[in-house]
């Protein structure tokens, strides 16, 4: 089990077993590592279509760094299991596709309510139900953020390579650590299986982060109290003697339920949501190329993001001002930079491999005569360069014309 | 009031006082399988810190999560054996103990039952089994009487229940026992060998729920229930000679298995002792 003071040993071992260089492995396979470089060292998890190499991978790497993988018996199975051992101090992680994220739905939303650390790799298949198992989608957006019930926050990231599928992990894992809170990875079965080129850094390149542990006695008291202000209450740990509870329904700051007065519930609720709300800034993180003078604004993300950055290198080539922003952590939702970018913009254009998911998130920021136009593709096939060129031109020539006008 | 009656009590020191008195009906077979709980826990003298205990939802869920005082795992519907896998996992050296109810366990938990039975890992489950769904009003449950009424049987129930502790044993746990909230001293006895046991352990309690299944079958009051159990009850060996006909209807009591045979945790963690060790020696690298 790592923990902190581990890290010398870990940062050996780590060394040897993967030797810092390049690469040449799958989405999933640069998941995992991610997470071993993050500090996981509890898997649970049950087999799917295209996310199970990262089941086998940690399978076969957790127990050289005496980490522990078990296959359940399910998917609901699975995150109560990685929830349980959460609760024991381990990074824990589970991986999962379409049907097996909708199963998980339910302790995602137990993990939320009880502040439990973890992150839960969503690897989007297309769907509605079984869909067109092996093919990649980018269709659980809203799932990610609204799949399990009640008002709560939540932190979903989402790579757009194979390489940041490395890096995008640790941060998810870190984010998990620091706030508390469960971290989805959305990323899809078109980079979960791609292979590609990436380095892995000498371990000490990684920043790692741990959660809060009670000080003493008294704060481990309070293990959903706001002890120190920040909104991130300190995990008391099972096993220390602290006698900790921990229930999915509404509770007080010492644990124990209280389901009766609207005020427990509403203390607690508006709690988690704004612990989320204030570290906004260290949440989010997206990237952008050519936004500076851009007339054309391209938001798009994981998968997408690469053929959209394609074709607004070839529209600049063509002497049209497009640009682009991909959010990284897409909930919460880089909303006001969007707002901010759309000032300038003549009209925004939203690839993505759904019938229209983030497009609807972005709507929300933007002034209503900007015109936004999704570039939507299903089938399990990525959009490429060209349907994305294609758009940006005759959005371009359009609004040539209505200048024009 | 109810607290004062509480830190009378014998077993107090194990109780959570906050969180008293229980929210369970007056009469309620829960009561006495904490106390029995506690009574095992006090007899074999283990220490509530080295002590995890794991609950779903319902009525018998609440019976040690919150009320009794150690790390309290209050989880979703059916999966607190789940959870208490990665409990187990992470903390191989403490006690993982699941206190709750048929429909949690064996209804929509019926699957984890029987894997972490498979798996053989060492968390004693207690399972209550009041023949019904007591928490959501008294619906039929997996283990309700053939015949019975309840709220969703209103005509009779034309399913047939399930033997938890025949299909546990089957599948592979190293301690299956069964008894009612009649056979106390028994039940303690059972709770004690259960968390000695090193394996998967179920210690199965037919327990009352006077209010939502006593009420509408013909046994209004606890008592009534109790004395159903004492004359219905028929020992293990006694029940090996009697035919399908005679046991119809009865409650086969007392120890379905006792064996030892490896246990998930600990091979776990010789598998990862082994393999660590390879590789720390230098072992050929990863890829
Ligand atoms: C997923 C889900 N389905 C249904 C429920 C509603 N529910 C709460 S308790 C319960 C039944 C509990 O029955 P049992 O385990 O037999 O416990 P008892 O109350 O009889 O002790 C149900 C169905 C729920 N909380 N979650
Ligand atoms: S409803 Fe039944 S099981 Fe629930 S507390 Fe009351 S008597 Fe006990």
Known sequence: MIIRGDEPEQIGLLRKLYPEGNYF???????AYGALFAGCRFYAGYPITPASEIAETMARELPKLKGYYIQMEDEIGSLAAVVGASWTGLKSMTATSGPGFSLMQENLGYAIMTETPLVLVDVQRSGPSTGQATKGAQGDFFQARWGTHGDHPIIAISPTSVEDSFWETIRAFNLSEKFRIPVILLADGIIGHTREQIRIPDPEEVELVYRKLPANEEEAKYPFGDVHGDLIPPMPLFGNGYFTHVTGSTHKENGLR???TPEVHDRLVRRLHKKIEVHEKEIQKWEEYYTDDAEILLVSWGVSARPSLGAVIEARKR???AGLIVPKTVHPFPGKRIKELSKNAHVIL???????????????????????IGVNKIGGVPLTV???LKEIESSAERSRHRSAD | MAKQIYTKYKMAKYLRKEALPTALCPGCGGGTVLNAFANAIDQLKIDPRDLVVVSGIGCSAWIASPYFLADTLHTTHGRAIAFATGVKVGLPDKKVVVISGDGDLAGIGGNHLIHAARRNIDITVILVNNFIYGMTGGQVAPTTP??????????RNIEHPLNISETVASAGASYVARWTTFHVYQLIESIKKALSVKGFSLVEVVSQCPVQFGRRNKMKTPAEMLRWFSKNSVPLSKAKNMSPEELEGKIIIGEFVNREKPEFAEELNKLIDEVAQHYALGGEDAD
């Open chain 1, 350 to 372: 939203v690839p993505e491999m759904n019938l229209g998911q983030m497009i609807l998130e972005v709507q929300r920021f933007v002034r209503d005569e900007v015109p936004l």
């Open chain 1, 319 to 321: 002497g049209i001002k």
């Open chain 1, 25 to 31: 492995m799958q989405g999933d396979e640069a998941i």
């Open chain 1, 386 to 388: 060209e349907e994305i």
């Open chain 2, 146 to 155: 053939f015949g019975a009424i309840t709220t969703t049987t209103p005509y």
């Open chain 1, 258 to 260: 209280d389901v009766y």
